[in-house]
């Protein structure tokens, strides 16, 4: 079994493997750079920008970088946005989009970082984002079997800040990607959480349209205007049953058994749905639109166009009632495709939904660690009352344990946030 490449982690499904992609030529030398161990040093570079800092010393800071195409057509809804956090309890930089480079970036966020005494919660780009790819292997439990390997979009390069992204010797991106890795060593733990309001459909003014409408739905839930039920809605496209001894047995391990989703999926009114002799995940959808439940898990295969059966043409045209849609679908969020799944989820004229989590390639879940399985670990911190980003980082920054730990990189890589990861659970 490929530990890493399923794109879900359900007991006893066992993914295709996947083949190691042939290096391209080589790109042009210097362009695979290379960070140090520490963290970086920002210097301003002449080029102009817009930069504010709202409502400071509060306890936690978002920073919000934005296109400079961008912050006019949309600073109405932009404003309420960080008004909005101001609220929330959190201290807000917005600063355009105007750097060099990914490194000056991430610079950017460690001198940030610094400068607020390690308050920096979490950053979230608007428009178009500086992509960074790393390349990453996933170790078969079965030592006949090659590491399956491959590039990703890897958002994990902005959320360490102190860690040494690099490029060993002889490296150079298969993609030729001006800003690709394939070493991530010394303190791999996240500062801060990412999370990502891209471009939509490739268009700046469906853009303008997509944003201008998602800021006016967050400012409805945080205000109260959201009438989804608090509940949990899990809908598992892997699990078959054939008799209703097997379909109990499924169930009770969605309810309650290691890799379920508790506490959330053991509540007294949790809608769990499987293929089953009484139950169909047609009916579970069908609670999505209905907007049954403020959580959405789904358990699927994916791509950029699709998370299991439902796909951006579904969601373009249906009712999509929940506020966060969490998928272990590979490659959902891909960002290298304009038009993906996971940003049409999010943007959607039909959809209510203002967080969502998917994948930048073939990977979709994110391991086991000490205190156990990943929708587990969030779960928890999301009942606690943890926003969506704090749980992210609760999870990710506790060591990973065989045989999930051979592949971390492989899990952790892909992840990403489309939407507001500062949202909580409301009731």
């Not at 989009?97 to 390690?118: G, H, M, N």
């Not at 358990?299 to 969490?326: M, N, Y």
């Not at 999010?346 to 660690?369: F, H, M």
């Amino acid at each position: 079994m490929w530990i890493g490449l399923a794109c879900n982690l359900t007991p006893g499904i066992t993914p295709p493997a996947a083949d190691t992609p042939e290096p391209d030529p080589p790109v042009a030398a210097g362009t695979s750079p290379t960070e140090k161990p520490s963290l970086p040093t920002y210097t301003a570079t002449p080029l102009l920008f817009y930069e504010r800092f709202l409502c400071e010393k509060k306890p936690s800071t978002v920073a919000l970088f934005v296109n400079p195409g961008l912050a006019d057509a949309v600073r109405s809804g932009l404003d309420q946005f960080e008004a909005d956090l101001c609220d929330d309890g959190y201290s807000v930089v917005e600063r355009t989009l105007d750097f060099a480079s990914p490194s000056e970036v991430r610079a950017y966020l460690a001198d940030l970082y610094l400068k607020t005494a390690q308050h920096l919660e979490g950053a979230i780009f608007i428009g178009k984002v500086p992509l960074v790819y790393q390349w990453v292997q996933a170790k078969s439990s079965n030592p006949e079997n090659q590491p399956a390997a491959q590039e990703v979009i890897s958002f994990q390069y902005y959320s360490d800040l102190d860690g040494e992204f690099s490029a060993s010797d002889g490296y150079h991106s298969p993609g030729r990607h001006a800003y690709s890795f394939d070493q991530h060593t010394g303190e791999t733990d996240w500062e801060i959480w990412i999370g990502i309001l891209p471009m939509y459909q490739d268009d700046d003014a469906e853009t303008v349209k997509a944003l201008t409408r998602y800021f006016e739905k967050n400012h409805r839930y945080r205000t109260g205007g959201y009438s989804i039920p608090q509940g949990f809605l899990q809908i598992n496209e892997h699990y078959r049953a054939k008799n209703a001894d097997e379909q109990a047995a499924l169930m009770d391990g969605m309810r309650s058994g290691p890799y379920a989703w508790t506490p959330l999926s053991s509540a007294p009114g949790a809608r769990l749905y499987i293929n089953g002799i009484t139950l169909s995940i047609q009916d579970g959808y069908a609670d999505l639109s209905a907007g049954e439940a403020d959580i959405t898990v789904t358990e699927t295969h994916g791509d950029h166009t699709r998370s299991g059966v439902i796909g951006i043409d579904w969601v373009e045209s249906r009712s999509v009632r929940t506020v966060l849609f969490w998928t272990d679908g590979c490659s959902v969020g891909d960002l290298a495709y304009p038009q993906n799944f996971l940003t049409s989820i999010v943007y959607s004229p039909t959809s209510e939904v203002l967080a969502a989590k998917g994948s930048t390639n073939d990977s979709g879940g994110l391991g086991t660690n000490a205190e156990g399985f990943y929708g587990h670990n969030i779960a928890i911190r999301l009942a606690e009352g943890k926003n969506l980003g704090q749980a992210i980082l609760g999870h990710v920054n506790i060591p990973l344990i065989a045989p999930w730990s051979e592949s971390r990189e492989f899990h952790f890589s892909m992840l990403i946030l489309i939407g507001d990861p500062t949202l909580r659970l409301r009731g």
